[in-house]
């Protein structure tokens, strides 16, 4: 029986890619910096963490030698003496930008050749045409935004307004994006979901490959906080990826999270969602433990993101990381002895580095499982050897990108 589960650690970067310099990121290492800190004790939060960085099961899966085969350093207060029992090492991305889709696709053996459409980091942000086309066709009063902003920002200093004024918030980032926030009571969330439909459609022409749904609850600035109802509008796949595959020769694929949303829905058997990384690891846990034969489950966890790494929390990551590592067992204590688990992500976001955006860095790659060899895949020059190792796991024909690893 062949079944695998792919963990997306959502912007765990270790380290700076080489062509990070074209990104302004030359600097980034989200894993090390925040191992740094925490070892400096520049972490250290009354109440939520205390000490060196407490990750032993990541460890002992390769995060700390990938980190090091990466940058060439140790990680800051990491236990050495920890053995590794799994094929580890990092990726370097080939794809033209730092985006969530680029790095999923990628991993999944599509690499994206071109750089998407962004908007300007000016005020207003989008063209005028394009928002006197939205507001005229979703019959909206007008818009509030219209600038690169973060998410939990911009919906503290224009919430408010938008509850008395109906308009929504429409802001962007580096990526390739346009955000909308609007009140799941006040505005509606079928409302929400209706016009980001109709803005997905206008930005398509300009390139754009997502449009966000994020809805958010609560009456006064104080009290604002984004829900776990937030729906990407993603562009399909520009090439046929792994999840297709699989699914066309009879498998299945499990989409927990936002990885449905991510893929355009393209090659995934059905969705399961949870509110925040600890409901996601619940729902991966029992997906999987109830997966039948050629069944991939595919789960995102969005928190170290759009929780920590944008708003640049290094200590609510490194919590973060840590009550992931904490729930690793419970993985392995289910997992049967053909069964195959990657550890990954798709992009950084350094929340030690300026500004709010990913940054361009090396991914880990860790595969583990009971039969799994243990031993340094050194630095793969695509995340396409992720999908493409999976697609020889499954005994698929070979994807277009990418070079499998010998995992046995």
Same mark, same amino acid.
Request: with cysteine; glycine share 8%.
């Given at each position: 029986?062949?079944?695998?589960?792919?963990?997306?650690?959502?912007?765990?970067?270790?380290?700076?890619?080489?062509?990070?310099?074209?990104?302004?990121?030359?600097?980034?290492?989200?894993?090390?910096?925040?191992?740094?800190?925490?070892?400096?004790?520049?972490?250290?939060?009354?109440?939520?963490?205390?000490?060196?960085?407490?990750?032993?099961?990541?460890?002992?899966?390769?995060?700390?030698?990938?980190?090091?085969?990466?940058?060439?350093?140790?990680?800051?207060?990491?236990?050495?003496?920890?053995?590794?029992?799994?094929?580890?090492?990092?990726?370097?991305?080939?794809?033209?930008?730092?985006?969530?889709?680029?790095?999923?696709?990628?991993?999944?053996?599509?690499? /994206?050749?071109?750089?998407?459409? *962004?908007?300007?980091?000016?005020?207003?942000?989008?063209?005028?045409?394009?928002?006197?086309?939205?507001?005229?066709?979703?019959?909206?009063?007008?818009?509030?935004?219209?600038?690169?902003?973060?998410?939990?920002?911009?919906?503290?200093?224009?919430?408010?307004?938008?509850?008395?004024?109906?308009?929504?918030?429409?802001?962007?980032?580096?990526?390739?994006?346009?955000?909308?926030?609007?009140?799941?009571?006040?505005?509606?969330?079928?409302?929400?979901?209706?016009?980001?439909?109709?803005?997905?459609?206008?930005?398509?022409?300009?390139?754009?490959?997502?449009?966000?749904?994020?809805?958010?609850?609560?009456?006064?600035?104080?009290?604002?906080?984004?829900?776990?109802?937030?729906?990407?509008?993603?562009?399909?796949?520009?090439?046929?990826?792994?999840?297709?595959?699989?699914?066309? *020769?009879?498998?299945? /694929?499990?989409?927990?999270?936002?990885?449905?949303?991510?893929?355009?829905?393209?090659?995934? *058997?059905?969705?399961?969602?949870?509110?925040?990384?600890?409901?996601?690891?619940?729902?991966?846990?029992?997906?999987?433990?109830?997966?039948?034969?050629?069944?991939?489950?595919? /789960?995102?966890?969005?928190?170290?993101?759009?929780?920590?790494?944008?708003?640049?929390?290094?200590?609510?990551?490194?919590?973060?990381?840590?009550?992931?590592?904490?729930?690793?067992?419970?993985?392995?204590?289910?997992?049967?002895?053909?069964? /195959?688990?990657?550890?990954?992500?798709?992009?950084?976001?350094?929340?030690?580095?300026?500004?709010?955006?990913?940054?361009?860095?090396?991914?880990?790659?860790?595969?583990?499982?009971?039969?799994?060899?243990?031993?340094?895949?050194?630095?793969?020059? *695509?995340?396409?050897?992720?999908?493409?190792?999976?697609?020889?796991?499954?005994?698929?024909?070979?994807?277009?990108?990418?070079?499998?690893?010998?995992?046995?």
């Amino acid at each position: 029986m062949k079944r695998a589960v792919i963990l997306v650690m959502d912007s765990l970067g270790i380290g700076a890619s080489a062509d990070a310099h074209l990104y302004g990121d030359e600097t980034s290492d989200t894993l090390g910096h925040i191992a740094q800190q925490c070892a400096e004790g520049r972490a250290d939060a009354t109440g939520i963490r205390q000490g060196p960085l407490y990750i032993p099961n990541l460890t002992r899966l390769g995060m700390v030698a990938a980190h090091q085969s990466s940058t060439g350093q140790n990680l800051a207060g990491a236990d050495q003496s920890i053995e590794v029992n799994a094929s580890y090492g990092y990726a370097v991305e080939q794809s033209k930008d730092k985006d969530t889709p680029s790095g999923h696709w990628e991993m999944a053996g599509v690499p /994206v050749p071109f750089k998407w459409g *962004t908007f300007p980091k000016a005020i207003p942000c989008f063209p005028d045409d394009l928002i006197q086309q939205f507001v005229q066709q979703a019959e909206l009063p007008g818009i509030l935004g219209n600038c690169h902003a973060s998410g939990t920002e911009i919906i503290k200093r224009l919430g408010e307004e938008h509850i008395k004024t109906g308009k929504p918030i429409c802001y962007t980032s580096a990526d390739s994006v346009f955000q909308i926030a609007a009140h799941e009571e006040h505005f509606g969330l079928e409302r929400l979901l209706e016009i980001s439909l109709i803005a997905k459609q206008l930005v398509d022409d300009l390139n754009i490959t997502r449009v966000i749904a994020r809805p958010f609850v609560g009456e006064t600035a104080e009290t604002f906080q984004r829900t776990a109802n937030r729906k990407d509008l993603t562009t399909r796949p520009i090439e046929s990826t792994l999840l297709d595959h699989l699914t066309k *020769t009879g498998g299945k /694929v499990i989409s927990v999270g936002k990885i449905s949303d991510i893929f355009a829905g393209c090659g995934v *058997t059905y969705s399961v969602k949870g509110k925040n990384n600890m409901e996601l690891f619940d729902a991966m846990l029992d997906s999987f433990e109830h997966a039948s034969d050629n069944t991939l489950v595919f /789960v995102n966890f969005v928190d170290f993101d759009s929780h920590y790494g944008h708003r640049r929390d290094v200590t609510g990551y490194a919590k973060a990381l840590e009550d992931f590592d904490a729930r690793l067992p419970e993985l392995e204590a289910i997992m049967r002895p053909d069964d /195959v688990a990657l550890i990954t992500a798709d992009h950084g976001c350094d929340p030690t580095q300026p500004g709010s955006d990913h940054t361009r860095e090396h991914v880990p790659v860790l595969f583990f499982g009971p039969k799994i060899k243990s031993h340094n895949i050194g630095g793969r020059t *695509t995340f396409a050897d992720m999908g493409q190792t999976l697609a020889t796991y499954f005994s698929l024909q070979p994807l277009k990108h990418g070079k499998a690893v010998n995992l046995c």
